[in-house]
T-cell receptor, first 113, second 115 residues
Framework: EAEVAQSPRYKITEKSQAVAFWCDPI?????LYWYRQILGQGPELLVQ????????DSQLPKDRFSAERLKGVDSTLKIQPAELGDSAMYLC???????????FGPGTRLTVL | DQQVKQNSPSLSVQEGRISILNCDYT??????FLWYKKYPAEGPTFLIS?????DKNEDGRFTVFLNKSAKHLSLHIVPSQPGDSAVYFC??????????????FGQGTTLQVKP
């Protein structure tokens, strides 16, 4: 069964360092989402791509976060510099289009010390 | 402003009994609602959904009920099994979220099913 792949699964970094997360969506899925889930809360959308274009990045802290999906397939989310409050689970999801069923990857657990 | 709320952080039920998880929303523009299930160290997995034109959708042991006038939905699991123990997220989308497929999630309810 096709799955969304994410790496790394776990990342520990010190504040002010740069971190990057990678996501490979299900083959053929045009829409890709990055969510952040803080412990005890539900996932919150950071950025959404339709192919290589950004559809929604209204909740992305653009002073330190960046995301790209250059060829409209896999995607990278970067944080520079990391802050203590960035500790969270970063989830990638994909869907065929702007449909409602999104398939999630296993996430990257980020700890900022 | 929490547009989707799950007011019960946790729920414990006995195996074989019914589990009822509740969710409230504030934005009347939402027209599609979903439940996701999440195990530790895994991403959320889609469970069941309902469109606003319906008031009930059933899939095996899982049934979702939608009360639009009350802006309330619930997930019923009957009978509950120990393997159902997980965090359950309610999510909503529709023109109220910009109609881009963006999901607005509740805070989650941790369900524990005791053998």
């Amino acid at each position: 069964e096709a799955e969304v792949a994410q790496s790394p699964r776990y990342k520990i970094t010190e504040k002010s360092q740069a971190v990057a997360f990678w996501c490979d969506p299900i083959s053929g899925h045009a829409t890709l989402y990055w969510y952040r889930q803080i412990l005890g809360q539900g996932p919150e959308l950071l950025v959404q791509f339709q192919d290589e274009s950004v559809v929604d990045d209204s909740q992305l802290p653009k002073d330190r976060f960046s995301a790209e999906r250059l060829k409209g397939v896999d995607s990278t989310l970067k944080i520079q510099p990391a802050e203590l409050g960035d500790s969270a689970m970063y989830l990638c999801a994909s869907s065929l289009g702007l449909s409602n069923e999104q398939f999630f990857g296993p996430g990257t657990r980020l700890t900022v010390l | 402003d929490q547009q989707v709320k799950q007011n019960s952080p946790s729920l414990s039920v006995q195996e074989g009994r019914i589990s009822i998880l509740n969710c409230d929303y504030t934005n009347s523009m939402f027209d599609y609602f979903l439940w996701y299930k999440k195990y530790p160290a895994e991403g959320p997995t889609f469970l069941i959904s309902i469109s606003s034109i319906k008031d009930k959708n059933e899939d095996g042991r899982f049934t979702v009920f939608l009360n639009k006038s009350a802006k309330h939905l619930s997930l019923h699991i009957v009978p509950s099994q120990p393997g159902d123990s997980a965090v359950y997220f309610c999510a909503a989308s529709g023109s109220g979220s910009g109609n881009t497929g963006k999901l607005i999630f509740g805070q989650g309810t941790t369900l524990q099913v005791k053998p």
